[in-house]
């Protein structure tokens, strides 16, 4: 994975705007780190959950490196 795993992304303002009988909706502005301009996220908060991952014939698995606003850091995800 890359450096820019633990990029910090200040929070300059969060608030729920949707509340749903198996989930949250927050919306949150934070500063990139990079170039300091603003930037706006949807985070969608909700209990445990799971995903089921398809993988190819030899078992290898395809995984990418993503900025995710809601753990704030990229992390290393199936597409």
Known sequence: MSDTHDLDWP??????????????VRRQTARSPRDSSIQHFD???RPDCVQAVAHAPDGRLILVEQYRHG????????P
């Open 43 to 45: 985070v969608v908060e």
């Open 11 to 24: 929070i300059t303002d969060s608030r729920v705007v949707g509340e749903f009988s198996a989930f949250a």
């Open 71 to 78: 753990v704030r850091r990229v992390s290393l995800e199936f």
